[in-house]
């Protein structure tokens, strides 16, 4: 087995381990984030789901078009909990209603299920950014004191991980039709490698939060 291929095959072990960690402490988890634990349970569904069709050599592509919306309420949700002493949630409700209608949209009418969805991963990735950075603004204002607290550490490692990965997708599927195009299979190996590796780490952060969190319940 070439190394490029075990690294692609070994980044499925964190998201799975996240979700068990999720499933085994649901009930420790802080309320404020229900939703980021729903999120690690999903994911590991759907990870466990395109193992399970790339087995049988089915085409998996449709599975981000359930698992992007989902995946953007969710972590939209899970910034609102911290952010809404700082953003009216009239923006959030806005943001997931525009961002799950137009996702939709381009599922049925541009990016046919069986392909990548690229214009929905961009967008999301763009905006959970910014939300992002706003979460390390909030997380760093005196007046909240969190970055004092353990949820305020938790919330730090979950979002750095999440900083982390989402600037990496957004770098890849921005560039994805250049790089098909203009760059050889192996070369895009690679690159799928450094995909996978970012999600390594984000997950590694979400896991190291998870099990510090539940020590201090």
């Known amino acids: 087995m070439s190394t490029v291929r075990f690294i692609l095959l070994a980044s499925n072990i964190p998201p799975l381990l996240a979700g068990i960690l999720a499933f085994v402490y649901f009930k420790k988890f802080d309320q404020r984030l229900f939703s980021f634990k729903l999120l690690l349970i999903f994911n590991s569904i759907i990870q466990i789901s395109q193992l399970i069709l790339s087995l049988f050599k089915h085409n998996n592509l449709f599975l981000l078009h359930i698992d992007v919306p989902i995946e953007f309420v969710l972590l939209t949700h899970f910034y609102y909990s911290f952010l809404k002493p700082y953003l009216d949630k009239r923006i959030f409700f806005v943001l997931v209603t525009v961002f799950v209608t137009l996702s939709i949209v381009n599922s049925i009418f541009l990016q046919h299920v069986n392909s990548f969805n690229t214009y929905a991963l961009i967008t999301k990735a ?13 997380l760093l204002d005196p007046r909240s004191g969190m970055n004092k607290t353990p949820i305020g550490k938790t919330v ?7 900083f982390i990965n989402l600037s990496s997708t957004l770098l890849i599927y921005y560039f994805s039709n250049f790089l098909i195009i203009n760059v050889n299979k192996n070369m895009v190996n690679y690159i799928w490698v450094y995909n996978d590796l970012a999600s390594v780490i984000m997950y590694s952060c979400f896991i190291i939060a998870v099990w510090k969190h539940v020590k201090y319940k």
Do not use: P, Y
């Open 156 to 162: 730090t490692l979950i979002n750095s991980g999440l």
């Open 126 to 138: 763009i905006v959970l950014i910014i939300l992002s950075i706003f979460a390390f603004i909030a």
